[in-house]
C-alpha cells in the first residue's frame, strides 16, 4: 500500500514533464518553420534585386538575356565574397606571430631558479 501511493505522488509529474517535452518540441519545430521562412524570403529578395539591377542595364523580364545577366551578377557577387574571405585570411596570415617563451626551472640548493629565453 505504501508503494503505491509513492507512485500515484510521482503520476503528476511524469504527465507534466511530457506535456513540457510535447511543448518544447512544437516550439522548436515553429522556431524552425520561422527560420526556413526568413530563408526563402532572402534568397526572393537577392533574386529580386539581382533581377531589378538588370533590368536597370536595360534588359527586359523574362528573357534569356536577363537570366544571363543575373547570372553573371550572382557569379561576380560570389566572386567578390571569395576575394574578401581570402584577403581577409591573408591579414590573418601574415600578423607575425608572438614569440614563445621558454621557461626553465631548477631545484638548486638555494631552491628553485628559473630562466626564461
Known amino acids: 500500500m505504501r508503494y503505491l501511493v509513492i507512485l500515484l505522488a510521482f503520476l503528476p509529474g511524469c504527465a507534466n514533464y ?14 524552425q518553420e520561422q527560420q526556413r521562412q526568413r530563408q ?12 531589378n539591377q538588370c533590368l536597370a542595364l536595360g534588359y527586359v523580364r523574362g528573357t534569356p538575356e536577363i537570366k544571363n545577366c543575373m547570372l553573371q551578377l550572382h557569379q561576380s557577387n560570389l566572386s567578390q565574397q571569395e576575394s574578401r574571405r581570402a584577403a581577409a585570411l591573408n591579414y590573418l596570415l601574415s600578423q607575425q606571430p608572438r614569440q614563445a617563451v621558454t621557461t626553465n626551472c631548477q631545484n638548486t640548493f638555494m631552491g628553485v631558479q628559473c630562466t626564461s629565453r
Open 18 to 31: 511530457e506535456a513540457f517535452q510535447q511543448r518544447m518540441a512544437e516550439q522548436q519545430e515553429r522556431h
Open 40 to 51: 526563402e524570403e532572402q534568397q526572393q529578395a537577392y533574386i529580386d534585386g539581382l533581377g
